[in-house]
Structure formats: C-alpha cells, structure tokens
C-alpha cells in the first residue's frame, strides 16, 4: 500500500496549512480537504495541494435535491481533485444525479453512511437504529445508486466487504484510543486488516510536533 492514508487537513489559514503539506510526502498519502479548509481558505487549498503533487480527497458531504447536488458538483469538476463526498442519506436519486455529474471525469463519488461521532445512542435518537444498522441500510442504497464507495467507520468495514463493488474510505483511526469527538475508532493497522482501502487520519499526524514522524510511523505499520 503506497497511498491509502489520506491526512485529513483541517486549518482554516493557508499559511498553516501550507506548512502541514509541506511536512508530508506525496508518496506516501493523499490529502483530504473538508469543508473548514474548503469554506475559509477556498480553491487556493486544493491547488496547492496538487502543485506539491498530492491526489485530493475532497470531502464537502453534499446533502441536498438531486438536481441541486449534481449542479453542485458540476461547479467542481473542473478542480483537481481525486475524490468527493456526498451523504447516502440523500437518497438513491441523489447519489445517481452525483455520478451524472462526475461522468466522463476521473472522480470518484463517495458517500457518507454515518458519521464517525455518532455512538449507537446517537445513531438511535436520529434514526431509531443502531449505527451498524443505519450503515447497512445505506450500503444497501449505494448499490442500488453504483456509486464508487462509502464512508464509513473500522467498526462497519466488516459489512463494507460483504459489498464487493464499493471501495471504503475510513475515519475514525487512532494509533490509541484518545478522549475526542470520534466515538468508532480503530488503529490503522485493525483497519487494513478488516478491509480498509482508505484510512482518513487528522490530528495524529497534523497535531502531532513531527508531522513527517508521525506519518511514517503510521506508513511502516500498515506495510
């Protein structure tokens, strides 16, 4: 595996965020962009990150009408980016209208089945099931939808693999178990061995005092 981490880049100034890429190795992990980055800095975090020759994960979790989400898209089709993510909770018409969009492009869809700081309590306040179960009815939509994969926590790979035509991009991961907002977490290591095509790590790495370290430990554990 040479670049299935993706560091997941959270700033809101560019300088900032130009010095965590600057810290990273394009060879061995992509870069995702989210909307804090995306909404405060704009398209200039995107193309820095591809001048300095990183694949971009952007992760925008688009949620609206089909038709408002496939215009949606369109508008970014023309950034340099790998990867995009919507929300499968919008519906099988939603993610086919994404997938209009992205046609004749090299970008891949990706949707969003729970979010990784949901606990079961959360997941059955919102929708009167556990997460596990919420994933799986949203795996069960993204077939129905083709669209290319799923967001999803370590905990519901197992479920993911049982989907032989959708990839898994995967939050949630901890070199050790941390008090924080993610609530379904793994190590890299547990992940890959469950299924994981992506891995999706922040602050381990971002926050860490040697970004280059931290990423290269991460990179040898999962060889």
């Excluded at 995107?46 to 369109?74: C, M, R």
């Amino acid at each position: 595996m040479s670049k299935n981490i993706i560091v997941a880049i959270d700033e809101s100034e560019l300088t900032s965020l130009k010095d965590i890429i600057d810290s990273l190795d394009s060879d061995k992990c992509m870069i995702k962009i989210g909307s804090v980055a995306f909404n405060s800095i704009g398209h200039k975090s995107i193309f820095y990150a591809a001048e300095k020759g990183f694949d971009i994960f952007l992760d925008l979790k688009l949620h609206d009408i089909p038709n408002t989400v496939k215009k949606s898209i369109q508008g970014l089709t023309s950034l340099p980016i790998k990867m995009l993510t919507i929300h499968t909770s919008g519906g099988k018409d939603m993610m086919m209208a994404a997938m209009e969009a992205v046609s004749g492009t090299d970008i891949k869809i990706f949707g969003v089945t729970a979010l990784t700081s949901l606990s079961d309590d959360d997941s059955s306040d919102i929708f009167q099931r556990t997460a596990s179960e919420q994933v799986n009815a949203m795996l069960d939509l993204a077939e129905l939808a083709v669209i290319d994969g799923v967001v999803c926590s370590p905990h519901e790979l197992e479920l993911v693999a049982q989907r032989e035509s959708l990839l898994s991009i995967t939050p949630g991961i901890r070199m050790q178990n941390l008090n924080d907002d993610q609530k379904r977490v793994m190590t890299p290591k547990e992940a890959i061995k469950l299924g994981a095509d992506y891995l999706v790590i922040g602050r381990p790495i971002t926050s860490s005092t040697n970004i280059e370290e931290s990423l290269n430990k991460i990179y040898e554990s999962i060889q």
